[in-house]
């Protein structure tokens, strides 16, 4: 099976999937580089950087498309 890196499969997710979904959960390496971070560099982020991730993360939340619901 091959393996494909993680650029290439966001590449295919996009092409595949809604982009506006895709596109909040392709900002998971947020979390993923605050805990390598801190467990291989020992790196702990400051109230700057950490606003600045919620700032990206809060944006990608509300570039997920809405459910209508409909009505009779």
Same mark, same amino acid.
């Given at each position: 099976? !091959? !393996? ?5 499969? &966001? +590449? *295919? &997710? ?5 982009? +506006? $979904? =895709? &596109? &909040?959960?392709?900002? %998971?390496? #947020?979390?993923? %580089?605050?805990i390598w971070g801190g467990l291989f560099f020992a790196e702990l982020p400051d109230a700057l950087s950490l606003a600045g *991730? =919620? =700032? *990206?993360? =809060?944006?990608?939340? #509300? %570039?997920?498309?809405?459910? $209508? !619901?409909? $009505? +009779?």
């Amino acid at each position: 099976m !091959r !393996r494909f890196g993680l650029g290439i499969g &966001a +590449a *295919i &997710a996009y092409q595949n999937g809604p982009p +506006a $979904t =895709v &596109a &909040a959960f392709d900002y %998971s390496y #947020l979390v993923f %580089s605050l805990i390598w971070g801190g467990l291989f560099f020992a790196e702990l982020p400051d109230a700057l950087s950490l606003a600045g *991730i =919620v =700032v *990206i993360v =809060v944006a990608g939340f #509300l %570039s997920l498309p809405r459910r $209508t !619901r409909k $009505t +009779a």
